[in-house]
């Protein structure tokens, strides 16, 4: 009893002073915690934050990084070999190379190619898991929200480009509700103390409906008393994670995109594994790289990369699918989200404003782990249910204009019943000598994963790093010196020099639009685009109604290890995501310029052609969707 007593107190204490304290106006702020992020470094890191600050630094070509990892030999290992090149893998090695250590990265697709591009585009504390923490007097859930909001800030500064603020709407259909999640989302702003983003605000109905038109005032059977907005943070999750990988490349890291690991390379006589068999699925070379621990990033195939090491190795991912659906933006106003806490089977059910789209979801149920999950129609349709009870509009299946499926890697609890109930808390485990595994968490947390793993690491292989962690305070490539005023400089100073169809050559606007994309996708590093735009006759749009333009695929091709049709329409630009049919008519300019890029001869243009239409497949937009008798199937 009294080991417990002090957590639950704890509990007890945030809840009460959220009540006192919220009812008077005010806002308490908790104590900060010390971290290794806030002590003092040296001039060799100083050295390294100006490198990837640099706007004209330029990332190692992906052959050097082939060839550093196939001089990393037994006589002369890296420290560090990462395996996955997710959010958190990325992460791991941008940690690992700012602290001065020999960092390696393979990724057997793409960087984000898994759940890391797939996400709800929110980085959140986890207003449920507060609701747990108080009503189940659960001290475990409530850190996890206290670290993941502090961690929520970190994210949003060290990439001001990629991410920001986001309100929230909740409705609420009786006055309970609205003392209810008032005082909950109260709670929340409480519990994120100096690492607030904004305070929440209760909004009468008529405020609510001036500020979100097509919420519904009436309900079946209920009517719309007021709503509760509160602030979570957004991102483009992938451009995030290339920009994790480009930092990571620039900070000294060796990082390789579409690099299989084959197998591990075990000592002889302890049976450590001191390193990996490699093949480059570009090229299909094989070979072989040492380093002194493998850090096992991979996601959902965590487990598939641990039986490599031990066949026998227990399963410790549980799959969870997560469907989204993206529709026209006409269904939620630009800055502002609708966020319905429990549907009638108890899931959350959000609509988000994202990229000049609505971003809709999500489900929650077991799946298998596949390497392109597809999202199934009764999601879909569940999705489109849930937020129909809560418009004005009518919710169609053929406004789709996306749907994709993302696998959680939830690290599994033997005892829980559900997914739901299993802990969004990461995992840092070394089952077999010389592989450190990192699994479970989210997007959010990615960063203090990250330092968890190395710390992990560098435990194991006695490894000797220059500094401590210094990643709380980073800023990303194209996010130092930026301001969300930077796109006028591309406004003013450039123009999209095109080709017509008849192979003139026309001035365009550099208009708003394009300008604040390319400052919101790439930062510092816009004026780098629109140079090329400018210089080399590439200012074309790719697709009607969407922003992107065809310098974006050279300047991806030879900045940020571009190397597919399929890597530029679903990671570096968001066009599968956003609209399948449009990434489709894009495609042929898309390859046209990688060919010239890469010197892609007729059969790889044809064999990339193939891979990004059946990739595309996988994105159930009205347009592939199966309809029979007017009924989708």
Not at 28 to 34: H, I, Q, Y
Not at 464 to 470: A, D, H, L, Q
Not at 545 to 564: D, H, K, M, Q, T
Not at 584 to 608: C, F, M, T, V
Request: with cysteine; aromatic share 8%; glycine share 8%.
């Amino acid at each position: 009893m009294s080991a417990t007593a002090a957590p639950l107190r704890r509990v007890a204490a945030v809840a009460t002073a959220a009540v006192a304290v919220t009812a008077c106006g005010g806002s308490v702020l908790l104590p900060p915690s010390v971290s290794s992020n806030d002590r003092g470094v040296g001039p060799v890191v100083e050295s390294t934050r100006r490198t990837i600050s640099d706007p004209n630094a330029i990332v190692p070509s992906r052959s050097v990084q082939e060839s550093t990892l196939i001089g990393a030999s037994s006589t002369s290992p890296l420290d560090i070999l990462v395996v996955g090149g997710g959010a958190t893998g990325c992460g791991v090695a941008l940690d690992a190379a700012t602290r001065g250590l020999r960092v390696g990265l393979v990724e057997r697709e793409d960087f984000s190619s898994g759940t890391s591009s797939r996400s709800t585009k929110l980085i959140h504390g986890g207003v449920r898991y507060l609701e747990k923490a108080v009503f189940n007097l659960d001290y475990g859930q409530l850190k996890l929200v206290f670290h993941a909001l502090e961690e929520r800030k970190q994210v949003i500064e060290n990439a001001p480009h990629l991410c920001h603020a986001l309100p929230c709407m909740t409705p609420c259909f009786n006055w309970f509700e609205v003392v209810y999640y008032w005082m909950g989302l109260k709670m929340y702003d409480l519990v994120a103390g100096r690492h607030i983003l904004h305070l929440s605000r209760y909004y009468s109905v008529q405020e609510s409906i001036e500020l979100f038109p097509t919420l519904a005032r009436k309900g079946k059977d209920k009517s719309l008393r007021g709503t509760v907005v509160y602030y979570d943070g957004q991102m483009n999750d992938s451009r995030l994670n290339v920009g994790l990988a480009c930092s990571a490349a620039l900070a000294g890291a060796a990082v390789l995109n579409h690099a299989e690991v084959v197998s591990f390379l075990k000592d002889e006589g302890t049976e450590r594994i001191i390193g990996a068999r490699i093949r480059d699925k570009l090229s299909g070379q094989e070979f072989e790289t040492y380093a002194k621990v493998v850090v096992n990033a991979a996601g959902p195939f965590c487990d598939s990369v641990r039986k490599m090491a031990n066949k026998d190795a227990q399963a410790m991912i549980c799959p969870s699918s997560g469907v989204h659906v993206v529709l026209p933006d006409y269904y939620s106003p630009e800055g502002m989200g609708l966020i319905v806490p429990k549907t009638k089977d108890g899931r959350v059910v959000f609509m988000l404003p994202w990229l000049g789209r609505t971003v809709a979801g999500t489900t929650d149920s077991n799946t298998s782990i596949t390497a392109l999950p597809e999202p199934h129609e009764d999601e879909i349709q569940f999705i489109l249910d849930a937020i129909c009870d809560y418009l004005n509009v009518k919710v169609r299946r053929t406004d789709v204009l996306s749907a994709w499926s993302g696998i959680r890697p939830l690290a599994m609890d033997p005892t829980a019943k559900n997914t739901e109930s299993i802990s969004r808390d990461h995992v840092v485990c070394e089952d077999y000598p010389g592989l450190v595994t990192i699994t479970g968490g989210k997007w959010t947390t990615y960063r203090s994963m990250a330092e968890d793993a190395v710390n992990a690491a560098i435990k194991s292989g006695k490894l000797s790093p220059r500094n401590e962690c210094i990643t709380g305070n980073l800023r990303l490539v194209g996010g130092d010196g930026w301001e969300s005023s930077s796109f006028t400089v591309l406004a003013q100073q450039y123009v999209r020099m095109k080709k017509t169809h008849g192979g003139k050559v026309v001035p365009g606007v550099m208009d708003t639009a394009s300008a604040k994309h390319l400052s919101h996708a790439y930062g510092t590093l816009a004026e780098r685009v629109a140079t090329i735009a400018q210089n080399e006759t590439l200012g074309k749009r790719l697709a009607h109604g969407y922003p992107y333009l065809e310098a974006e695929v050279a300047y991806c091709a030879r900045n940020e290890y571009c190397e597919s049709a399929i890597d530029f329409i679903a990671r570096r630009s968001r066009l599968a995501f956003l609209d399948t049919d449009a990434a489709g008519h894009a495609l042929p300019r898309i390859i046209e310029i990688l060919a010239k890029e890469h010197n892609w001869d007729r059969s790889r243009q044809k064999q990339e052609m193939q891979k990004a239409r059946e990739f595309l497949e996988t994105f159930k937009s009205s347009k592939n969707a199966q309809f029979h008798d007017g009924k989708h199937q």
